[in-house]
């Protein structure tokens, strides 16, 4: 293991305590014409083997925005114990955050009922396959296109037959979601590969370089792999509106011909496709805000702007996700009518 592979693991290793500022002073000192304020805390700890105890903390602040946490009397922060004196991380963001999922569970049992309840459990399992299978895949040296393809696969699979029963609908509605997926996949991949895009846009990418493993990543796959677990949830949605639809149209008039069903199919798919294209790539659009107001204030030419590579990257993201969602209309509108087929009468 590298030197600095090592620094990464000890970095994000060490053991945290929460605690609570329960009582702040500062004060403001100037050398060479700069303006630094110390502040001294004394903090409560709140858990583990150290509950109770107090002890003093320091916090400088130089005016830098980025790096910059001011505390306050009262705050919620983590720190971490190191030759017997405790260091300030960063604020306890575990209240706000168990707050905010609380808000969300409530919401979704409140006003779905037990579709919402359907709906937690298919989320959570899905989740669930991405942490304790794909990761676990991926880090003992499965390749990123296999494993995202099995989990897209299982997770839409739970989905459809938790949230839709075990039917016709919710088969049309895994086919068409997978079959969309692998398409705009393939498509990144090749596209990625034919664009020499390095998979390394993201600096978390590039740390992947410094683990103790002798994995060597496919990182033009793990590109492939971002790709179709993003468009996951968009796909789901496009197939499964598809499918119930064809469905409830079926239900009214049971002898409706294959070709009107197809039809219909593809007017509904197209009044779907346009919002949920926009969904798709207002979500990419939605994390490079800043990169866009440097780009803009900067004045950077388009043909600079599209040669580097994360932006290359991001727009491969975005428009391969896209085509599989194009793709998972036809193929979730063509897996309906063949799970449903019957001769038309004479």
Known sequence: MSIFAENIREEYQYDLYRARVIDLSEKTI????????????E?????????????????????????????TEGAHITVHLENDSFYFISYDNTRPLIIL????????????????????????????????????????GFSPIFASVLICALAAVITFFIIS????????????????????????????????????????????????????FDYRGLLFAGIIIGALGA?????????SALSEL?????????????????NI???????????LVLAYIGGTITIMLLFVGFETPLFQIINLDFVATEIVRAV?????????????IFAYTTLTWHREEK
């Open 30 to 41: 100037y050398e060479e014409g700069q303006e630094t304020v110390v502040q001294e805390a």
């Open 43 to 71: 903090i409560i700890i709140l858990n583990k083997e150290k509950k109770g105890e107090e002890a003093r903390i320091t916090n400088t602040l130089t005016g830098d925005q980025v790096y910059d946490m001011p505390l």
């Open 101 to 140: 999922l609380l808000v969300f569970l409530i919401s979704l049992l409140v006003i779905g009922g037990l579709k919402g309840l359907k709906a937690l459990i298919a989320l959570s399992a899905t989740i669930s396959l991405i942490i304790f299978v794909m990761i676990p895949l991926l880090l003992n």
């Open 165 to 216: 029963g075990v039917n016709k609908k919710s088969f049309a509605a895994t086919i068409g979601t997978i079959g969309g997926l692998i398409l705009g996949g393939l498509i990144a991949y090749g596209f990625g590969a034919f664009a020499r895009l390095s998979g390394f846009s993201a600096d978390d990418a590039t740390m992947l370089l410094y683990l103790p493993t002798a994995i060597d």
């Open 235 to 243: 796909a789901m949605d496009v197939a499964i509106s598809i499918a």
């Open 250 to 266: 079926q239900k009214e008039n049971p002898n409706i011909p294959v070709k009107n069903l197809i039809a219909s199919g593809f």
């Open 269 to 279: 798919g197209r009044d779907i496709m346009g919002t949920m294209i926009n969904t």
């Open 320 to 332: 391969a996700g896209s085509i599989g969602l194009l793709f998972a209309i036809p193929i979730t």
